[in-house]
């Protein structure tokens, strides 16, 4: 009998005692409850379904629009979202027009009764258009960021809601605690040269003002909360994204300091400027890539680089895991060039199997 069912038997012409009526509402809310956000076992239960993912591919002719297309040819549409997206941002105002021809490989995981479970993912989406050659877009996760679509180029298909504030990213610093740069090290005074007793005291003082704030560390340690880039002074820095301008002025530690505000509880911050861009000043809007200064050393600084701090709805978080990345390289790019050259090379084994057992 269902749950609601038995709530019924049991409430039935109102003749029920009222402990059992409660018991029975509790019940129901229970199962309301687990419906809606899921029970404590439901990780157990899908492992007893015995889970196994499946690699699938498809190859078609685009009639109507891509979306409808793919669909047709078995692709889930759920799992196409994200790709349709990719391919907005990689072809800009193009569309796809029809006989153009698309390949789609994605995974789905399966029970062991063969049903398909969650949403499928697109791994490698392919558009072959008449005008404007071929787009192809590769799922893959870089060392820093989340995982998204990139080109083959190495360049992401989408642009990131924030981007990285600099043309070339050196992280010098990353986010998170660290043991503080300007406090005198604990040897300081075992050999080697004779410290600057002017620079360390006031390195000392700068950092037992800093160091309130985090009450709950170590003495010398103290939560970073942006992440560094090494560039030499004067590299321009961009707005990560559109917003307006709430701050620009010498902020202690921070020196010459820049807050922009991209609305629904998002901001950003640049620290140790040299000097802020001419139009820089609170209440001016501002676009994605707009230069608002150029990096310094000033404020609580121990040499040349940019702070840069992404705060949601009031707290800081990790930009390197939150702003995406535009351009892979480095190791990165390495690594995804090997990915696509082994998809490439899976496909064609493929089409020669397909080949072989058509003849």
């Known amino acids: 009998m269902s749950p609601c069912a038995a709530l019924a038997a049991f409430l039935w012409l109102g003749t029920v005692a009222p402990g059992i009526a409660q018991s029975a509402q509790t019940a129901e809310g229970i199962f ?4 809606l956000l899921g029970s404590g076992d439901e990780e157990a239960r899908t492992q007893a379904l015995l889970p196994f993912t499946r690699s699938l591919s498809v190859s078609g002719i685009v009639v109507g629009s891509l979306a409808e297309s793919t669909a047709t040819a078995g692709v889930p549409a759920s799992a196409m979202l994200e790709a349709l997206r990719a391919f907005d941002g990689a072809i800009g105002p193009r569309q796809p027009q029809d006989g153009d021809a698309f390949f789609v490989r994605w995974e789905q995981t399966y029970s062991i009764e063969d049903h398909p479970i969650g949403v499928a993912r697109v791994l490698w989406a392919e558009l072959r258009m008449a005008v404007g050659g071929t787009v192809a877009i590769h799922r893959f996760r870089p060392r820093e960021g989340s995982e998204q679509f ?5 360049e992401a298909a989408t642009q990131p809601s924030i981007a990285l504030p600099l043309d070339e990213v050196n992280v010098s610093s990353r986010f998170g605690r660290r043991p503080d740069p300007l406090a005198r090290p604990s040897g300081a005074a075992m050999g080697g040269p004779r410290p600057n007793v002017r620079a360390v005291r006031k390195a000392a003082a700068a950092a037992r003002r800093a160091n309130r704030h985090f009450a ?9 909360e942006g992440v560094d880039f090494a560039v030499p002074r004067g590299t321009p820095v961009y707005a990560a994204s559109e917003g307006v301008v709430t701050g620009a002025r010498s902020n202690g ?24 861009a001419p139009r820089i000043k609170p209440g001016v809007r501002v676009a994605r890539g707009e230069l608002v200064g150029l990096s310094g050393n000033t404020g609580r600084s121990t040499g040349p680089h940019l702070h840069f701090e992404v705060i949601t709805d009031g707290q800081p978080v990790d930009p390197l895991t939150h702003a995406g990345v535009a351009q892979l390289g480095g190791p990165d790019l390495e690594r995804f060039a090997r990915q696509v ?9 493929e089409q020669e199997r397909e080949a072989a057992t058509t003849d």
């Open 341 to 349: 050259a082994a998809e490439e090379r899976e496909r064609e084994n």
């Open 216 to 224: 709950g560390f170590a003495p010398q340690v103290v939560m970073h």
């Open 32 to 35: 309301a409850e687990e419906r």
């Open 253 to 276: 530690g921070y020196g010459n300091w820049v807050r922009v505000d991209h609305g629904d509880g998002v901001a950003t911050a640049y620290g140790h400027l040299s000097r802020f």
């Open 150 to 154: 990139f080109l083959t180029s190495g």
